[in-house]
T-cell receptor
Framework: QKEVEQDPGPLSVPEGAIVSLNCTYS??????FMWYRQYSRKGPELLMY????GNKEDGRFTAQVDKSSKYISLFIRDSQPSDSATYLC???????????FGTGTRLTVIP | GAVVSQHPSWVICKSGTSVKIECRSL??????MFWYRQFPKQSLMLMAT?????????EQGVEKDKFLINHASLTLSTLTVTSAHPEDSSFYIC???????????????FGSGTQLSVL
C-alpha cells in the first residue's frame, strides 16, 4: 500500500466550477499537509500548508484535513483556466525530512 | 513565499559527460535541501537530502557516486550527475526547507526544475 493515494485524473471542469481534489494516507503520524500546484516542466509551487487537522482558506482555495479519516482535500472555488495544472498533495511527520507525495491530479479548466 | 532558484532549466549533454545543477535559496538560509527526480506524468521521487556542511543522505537505490551532492553554504546545494547516460535523462527538482521558527512553520519551497537529456 502506498503511503499517499491520489486519483491521477485527468479532471476537466468548466470555468467557474468548484473543484474538489483529494488524497488519502495510511500513516497516522503525518502532521504536516501541503498542496502544491505544478505546471508542465516547472517545479511545484506551494499553495496551502496545514498543520494537523482543520480547515484553512486562502482566497479561492480551501484545504481540509481530517486526521480521523486520514483524508485531505483541496477545494478551488470559481475555477479559472489559469488553474489548469497538476495538483500534488504532500505530507510528512514532525521532525522528519521525507515528504511523501501523491501522484498528482491533472486538472483542466475549460473556458 | 520564499524563492528557490535552480539552474540550468535545460541541459543536453553527450553520454559519458558530467552535468552540474545548482540550487540556491535566494532570500533565506537553508540548512537542508532536497533533490528529487520526476518522470513524465509521475510524482516526485526523493533522491537525497543535502545538509549544509555534512554529507548528503541518499535514498535507497540512489547511487551516491553517480549523483554527487555538495551543500557548501547555507544558500547553495549542487547536484552533479557523473558520467551521464541516456537512462539518467529526467526532470530534476531541488527544494529548500524554510524554517521560520517553531516546528509548525517549516515549509518546503521548490526550484523550477532542470530537464536533463543525455544523448
Amino acid at each position: 500500500q502506498k503511503e499517499v493515494e491520489q486519483d491521477p485524473g485527468p479532471l476537466s471542469v468548466p470555468e467557474g466550477a468548484i473543484v474538489s481534489l483529494n488524497c488519502t494516507y495510511s500513516n497516522s503520524a503525518f502532521q504536516y499537509f501541503m498542496w502544491y500546484r505544478q505546471y508542465s516542466r516547472k517545479g511545484p509551487e506551494l499553495l496551502m500548508y496545514t498543520y494537523s487537522s482543520g480547515n484553512k482558506e486562502d482566497g479561492r482555495f480551501t484545504a481540509q484535513v481530517d486526521k480521523s479519516s486520514k483524508y485531505i482535500s483541496l477545494f478551488i472555488r470559481d475555477s479559472q483556466p489559469s488553474d489548469s495544472a497538476t495538483y500534488l498533495c504532500a505530507m510528512r511527520q514532525t521532525g522528519a525530512n521525507n515528504l511523501f507525495f501523491g501522484t498528482g491530479t491533472r486538472l483542466t479548466v475549460i473556458p | 513565499g520564499a524563492v528557490v532558484s535552480q539552474h540550468p532549466s535545460w541541459v543536453i549533454c553527450k553520454s559519458g559527460t558530467s552535468v552540474k545543477i545548482e540550487c540556491r535559496s535566494l532570500d533565506f538560509q537553508a540548512t537542508t535541501m532536497f533533490w528529487y527526480r520526476q518522470f513524465p506524468k509521475q510524482s516526485l521521487m526523493l533522491m537525497a537530502t543535502s545538509n549544509e556542511g555534512s554529507k548528503a543522505t541518499y535514498e535507497q537505490g540512489v547511487e551516491k557516486d553517480k549523483f554527487l551532492i555538495n551543500h557548501a553554504s547555507l544558500t547553495l546545494s549542487t547536484l552533479t550527475v557523473t558520467s551521464a547516460h541516456p537512462e539518467d535523462s529526467s526532470f530534476y527538482i531541488c527544494s529548500a526547507r524554510w524554517e521560520t521558527g517553531g516546528i509548525t512553520n517549516e515549509k518546503l519551497f521548490f526550484g523550477s526544475g532542470t530537464q536533463l537529456s543525455v544523448l
